[in-house]
């Protein structure tokens, strides 16, 4: 019952007024948002926004950062056990005979010293999160040969084996088709319910994250915009992110960003539903 | 079989130990080289060799055990390569070629001046090809202590270093001290590369280094058979290498046998044919899946 009160009233993330700086340049400024136990949250801006960065300030990897961030109200250490992290990119030499399930247990144990045998439990624990991630028929293949949808799922549950409280996810929806993005956020979506696990996802686009996600944090021009979909995504709020007036259309169940006054010269791309000028 | 096994194979002591040390080393440069090929460092691999060179040619001349400045000057070159930035995949190549530059005029220096000393002739050929028939028991002795050493380390890191050897950033997220790691690494490769050029030579280490286990990924589906396949091809290459270099001394009229090195070489490069040959034999895994 404690447990659940002091859920209640502390946000399992708090970051407090960072700020990042590099060379001088702002990248992120006076940051403010928190993340509950359990929620789904997405991390939407444009490229360059900030989105990488502040994963790696959550991470405690970022230097040149003020301000403070708290898990479970404490100062975050490096290499924090309840959090996991799948990064942007991670290429994998086909080449390498690393199975699927050997990135898993690694998750589990990659950061322990010596070779000690691995328990019968963490086999069995590697073989849940696979299946966990719908990834049992390609368990045994070389994660380098896997599509990078496969690839994405394996990731998941390298991260998720340790039974992290909190999942970071850095644009694991970029390069993967509709379908299989909406098979993705399914997929994490149930796990986050299941494992009661709350997701932080970094997103360009965040239509096809509408329909799970309980909050959103909206990076533009270095500063961040948080709250629920309704309350972040309105003109008003995000006119003051990005210094200039836009609008905000709502359209057969889709969100459009649109600057107000279109630039002169080419139109823009209908293929981006999102369509912000800086 | 005694076409195979010349007079006085199996009676001599010689031969016992250069079988012996000749084990040791390439079980040592086989799984060292598994990660090597696996971190991409083939390159830095083959530039601690030369500085390694350096290090033996440096020893000989100022009367030093030949082992002790393989090792030493393999050790130094780590930290060198380090300190220029080799952790960084850019840095790397650059770190690496600038300390293979250094190292190559250092060794050709020593060795130039190796040469000019009459009293040290024989030197030159011994630093480059090896000595595997040369070495005594106390050299066997040291060889086995410091390959205990590598192994140990190793082991101790094998995670860790998979893990960064997969992908730094989740290494990094996972707590691993990848640069601390890599390092140790790098000086665990230094010693590797220092015994086994007492043994081949510094100029073809390198071979038995990365051969073995490039043939073994290529052809293993596990990391851990992969590390199996290599010491077994390893040990094959070296202990063929030492059999046919004893025979070649009954080859020819003259009696002036060939070097260990170059037979060593030779069964590295069939080995490796051979696993290319199995690797496009066998059908591609995804291939495989995709027909059950
Ligand atoms: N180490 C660094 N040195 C200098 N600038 C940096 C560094 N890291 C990030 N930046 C800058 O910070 C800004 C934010 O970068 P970040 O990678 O966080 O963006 P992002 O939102 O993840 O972009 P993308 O969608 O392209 O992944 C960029 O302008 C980038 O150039
Ligand atoms: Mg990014």
Redesign the interface.
């Known amino acids: 019952m404690t447990s659940q009160l002091h859920e209640a009233s502390q946000p399992l993330l708090e970051v407090r007024g960072a700020t990042v700086n590099i060379d001088g340049r702002d990248i992120l400024r006076d940051v403010n948002f928190s993340i509950n136990h359990g929620e789904f949250t997405g991390l939407i801006g444009s490229n360059g926004a900030g989105k990488t960065t502040l994963f790696r300030v959550i991470l405690g990897l970022q230097r040149q950062v003020t301000g403070s961030v708290l898990v479970h109200g404490e100062p975050i250490t490096r290499a924090n056990r309840s959090i996991g992290y799948v990064p942007q990119k991670v290429l994998f030499d086909p080449d390498l005979p690393i199975r699927a399930r050997d990135l898993v247990a690694l998750g589990a144990d990659g950061h322990r010293y010596g070779l000690s045998r691995r328990p019968r439990a963490l086999h069995a624990a590697v073989d849940e999160m696979l299946d966990a991630v719908d990834a049992g028929s390609f368990a045994d293949r070389r994660v380098g040969g896997l599509s990078g949808g496969e690839q994405q799922r394996v990731l998941v549950a390298h991260a998720l084996i340790s039974r992290p409280e909190l999942l970071l996810l850095d644009e694991p929806l970029a390069n993967l088709d509709p379908g299989s993005v909406e098979e993705i956020i399914a997929l994490l979506h149930r796990v986050s319910q299941r494992q009661r696990v709350a997701i932080l996802l970094s997103a360009h686009e965040m239509n096809p994250l509408l329909p799970v996600m309980d909050r959103v944090v909206y990076v533009a021009n270095g500063h961040v915009a948080s709250g629920t979909t309704d309350e972040v995504v309105r003109p008003s709020v995000l006119s003051a992110l990005y210094g200039h007036h836009v609008d905000v259309l709502r359209v057969h169940g889709r969100v459009l960003v649109v600057a107000t006054a279109l630039p002169v010269g080419p139109a823009p791309s209908d293929q981006h539903p999102e369509f912000v000028v800086e | 079989m005694s076409w195979l096994f010349e007079p006085g194979w199996w009676a001599n002591g010689t031969v016992r130990t250069a079988l012996l040390v000749g084990f040791v080393v390439a079980v040592v440069s086989a799984i060292v080289g598994v990660f090597t090929v ?1 971190r991409g460092q083939s390159f830095a691999g083959h530039a601690l060799t030369d500085v390694a060179t350096a290090g033996g040619a440096g020893a000989f001349l100022v009367g030093l055990a030949p082992l002790a400045g393989f090792i030493g000057g393999g050790v130094a070159g780590a930290g060198a390569m380090d300190a220029i930035g080799v952790q960084r995949v850019k840095g790397r190549d650059i770190a690496t070629g600038v300390v293979l530059g250094a190292a190559m005029g250092l060794a050709a220096l020593f060795l130039f001046l190796a040469a000019r000393d009459s009293s040290a002739t024989g030197t030159t050929q011994l630093i480059l090809f090896g000595s595997i028939f040369t070495v005594g028991p106390s050299t066997l002795a040291q060889v086995s202590w410091l390959s205990a050493g590598v192994l140990v380390a190793l ?6 270093l ?2 960064s050897s ?2 730094v ?8 001290r990848v640069r601390w790691v890599g390092l140790v690494f790098m000086i665990l490769l230094a010693v590797a590369v220092g015994m086994s050029a007492i043994v081949i030579g510094a100029i073809l280490s390198t071979a038995l280094l990365i051969g073995p286990p490039a043939s073994a ?2 052809v ?4 851990a ?2 590390v199996v396949l290599a010491v077994v091809l390893g040990v094959v290459a070296t202990w063929l290498g030492v059999l046919f270099a004893y025979d070649s001394y009954y080859w020819f009229p003259s009696h002036r046998g060939l070097p260990v090195s170059f037979f060593v070489v030779a069964v590295v490069l069939v080995e490796y044919v051979i696993a290319s040959v199995v690797h496009r034999a066998a059908p ?3 291939v495989a ?1 995709g027909w059950s």
């Open positions: 696996l082991a101790a890191i094998a995670r860790p998979l893990l997969l992908s950033e989740l290494a990094v997220a996972r707590g691993v990924l290529r293993a589906r596990r990391f058979v992969g591609s895994p995804s899946a």
